[in-house]
């Protein structure tokens, strides 16, 4: 890189890598007959999948983009920073919201059948989110206000089958809101600290305690509020988004010192520490799981992503070699409308009966149909992105 502060080819290859798994695994998920080392861990087992290491990878992800980002912006002149920060983390929020609601849509009193109401709710994000930077002010307006009238129809549409509750509500803020209120949090913190590198690293530490503290019973007391509050969850989001800063600030600062050289072997020096605390806490926190966001899934995953951070950055950023993700490279740079288009797809697919081969329904022809799914995703992403359909938040 001539310029530290250019886009990180090794980020969008790891963002690429992880977004491709993400829908692999998403759809895999309903697939009998297949190693269920692939798959999520049970809410109850001390246990770690492949789909369990997903999530936390695509939050450090979010975390290493920031610094990057916004130093560019900064030395662009950008003042409204903070704003983008803002609105980007509502735009995750809101539609993470709604996605939360699909979970416990009610077919049998709603108006819509669900995959009809799934498919406009989405198109209502696409006309709401597209990226308007080479479309007339006029014909933004128009399409964006076509885009929140439809949202706001599908809004008053929606019936729910949870008990007590008859119309949208807070279950949990699904994937992107949990996104939204880490990146609003810890872009927060690394921006009005001016990147400082011991700030990132003591908010790190105390997302990590806090996650801590909260499996051990010592911050009982927010219970009642926990899925309200700031944090939105017990810490192990944030953890893993600040673990991605630092590791950034540290990539940044030792790239102007010239010493990078020493980014791998303080890469790999904090991964052998997590993972060993990770081994350690299993034994008092509850095993390793995802479903509750353990002290030792958080370290353990962190462990993980620092490692294939260290790979991708040694093979594309120092060695040059970025040709093997050009299949997916959509994944990388539109990964915003990579994750979207699957929520277009699915309620398609459900309206028209169509089945498939019964191979394809499990075991290894399971597995080549969520392969071929997921590149068939990224391919329309990409194609969407040549006719200059791309979300931007």
Same mark, same amino acid.
């Given at each position: 890189m001539n310029n530290v502060y250019n886009r990180v080819r090794s980020i969008d290859a790891f963002r690429a890598v992880t977004m491709f798994l993400m829908i692999f695994v998403n759809d895999l998920d309903g697939i009998p007959k297949v190693p269920s080392w692939l798959k999520h861990a049970g809410d109850n087992v001390d246990a770690l999948g492949l789909a369990d290491t997903i999530f936390p990878a695509f939050l450090f992800i979010v975390g290493l983009s920031i610094p990057f980002a916004f130093e560019k912006r900064m030395k662009q002149g950008d003042t409204k920073i903070p704003l983008r920060i803002i609105t980007r983390s509502f735009a995750l929020i809101l539609i993470g919201f709604y996605h939360a609601n699909m979970e416990t849509y009610n077919e049998? !009193?709603? %108006? %819509?059948?669900?995959?009809?109401?799934?498919? %406009?709710? !989405? =198109?209502? +994000? $696409? +006309? =709401? $989110? %597209?990226d308007y930077s080479e479309i007339t002010p006029f014909r933004r307006y128009l399409y964006q206000g076509f885009g929140i009238v439809l949202l706001i129809v599908m809004s008053l549409l929606y019936k729910t089958t949870d008990p007590g509750q008859t119309w949208l509500h807070l279950t949990w803020w699904g994937i992107l809101g949990l996104i939204g209120w880490s990146y609003l949090l810890c872009s927060l913190i690394y921006y009005y600290s001016g990147g400082a590198l011991w700030i990132q690293a003591a908010a790190w530490i105390f997302f990590l305690f806090f996650n801590l503290d909260f499996h051990f019973g010592m911050l009982n007391f927010l219970s009642g509020v926990q899925k309200y509050a700031w944090l939105a969850g017990n810490g192990a989001m944030q953890a893993f988004t600040m673990a991605g800063i630092f590791v950034s600030v540290m990539y940044i600062r030792l790239k102007q010192s010239e010493d990078i050289k020493l980014l791998w072997a303080g890469i790999i020096l904090l991964a052998v520490i997590l993972f060993n605390l990770g081994f350690i806490v299993r034994f008092f926190s509850g095993g390793i799981s995802k479903a509750h966001d353990t002290p030792s899934w958080v370290l353990i995953c962190t462990g993980i992503s620092l490692v294939v951070y260290a790979f991708f950055a040694f093979v594309v950023d120092f060695k040059h070699q970025y040709n093997w993700v050009k299949i997916i490279e959509p994944a990388g740079k539109q990964t915003f409308t990579c994750y979207l288009v699957p929520f277009i797809f699915y309620p398609i697919y459900q309206m028209t009966n169509l089945g498939y081969p019964e191979y394809l329904s499990e075991g290894i022809g399971g597995l080549i149909k969520c392969l071929v799914f997921s590149f068939l995703m990224i391919w329309l992403a990409g194609l969407l992105n040549k006719i200059g359909i791309r979300l931007k938040i």
């Amino acid at each position: 890189m001539n310029n530290v502060y250019n886009r990180v080819r090794s980020i969008d290859a790891f963002r690429a890598v992880t977004m491709f798994l993400m829908i692999f695994v998403n759809d895999l998920d309903g697939i009998p007959k297949v190693p269920s080392w692939l798959k999520h861990a049970g809410d109850n087992v001390d246990a770690l999948g492949l789909a369990d290491t997903i999530f936390p990878a695509f939050l450090f992800i979010v975390g290493l983009s920031i610094p990057f980002a916004f130093e560019k912006r900064m030395k662009q002149g950008d003042t409204k920073i903070p704003l983008r920060i803002i609105t980007r983390s509502f735009a995750l929020i809101l539609i993470g919201f709604y996605h939360a609601n699909m979970e416990t849509y009610n077919e049998a !009193t709603a %108006l %819509l059948p669900q995959p009809v109401w799934e498919s %406009l709710l !989405t =198109i209502s +994000f $696409f +006309f =709401i $989110f %597209l990226d308007y930077s080479e479309i007339t002010p006029f014909r933004r307006y128009l399409y964006q206000g076509f885009g929140i009238v439809l949202l706001i129809v599908m809004s008053l549409l929606y019936k729910t089958t949870d008990p007590g509750q008859t119309w949208l509500h807070l279950t949990w803020w699904g994937i992107l809101g949990l996104i939204g209120w880490s990146y609003l949090l810890c872009s927060l913190i690394y921006y009005y600290s001016g990147g400082a590198l011991w700030i990132q690293a003591a908010a790190w530490i105390f997302f990590l305690f806090f996650n801590l503290d909260f499996h051990f019973g010592m911050l009982n007391f927010l219970s009642g509020v926990q899925k309200y509050a700031w944090l939105a969850g017990n810490g192990a989001m944030q953890a893993f988004t600040m673990a991605g800063i630092f590791v950034s600030v540290m990539y940044i600062r030792l790239k102007q010192s010239e010493d990078i050289k020493l980014l791998w072997a303080g890469i790999i020096l904090l991964a052998v520490i997590l993972f060993n605390l990770g081994f350690i806490v299993r034994f008092f926190s509850g095993g390793i799981s995802k479903a509750h966001d353990t002290p030792s899934w958080v370290l353990i995953c962190t462990g993980i992503s620092l490692v294939v951070y260290a790979f991708f950055a040694f093979v594309v950023d120092f060695k040059h070699q970025y040709n093997w993700v050009k299949i997916i490279e959509p994944a990388g740079k539109q990964t915003f409308t990579c994750y979207l288009v699957p929520f277009i797809f699915y309620p398609i697919y459900q309206m028209t009966n169509l089945g498939y081969p019964e191979y394809l329904s499990e075991g290894i022809g399971g597995l080549i149909k969520c392969l071929v799914f997921s590149f068939l995703m990224i391919w329309l992403a990409g194609l969407l992105n040549k006719i200059g359909i791309r979300l931007k938040i």
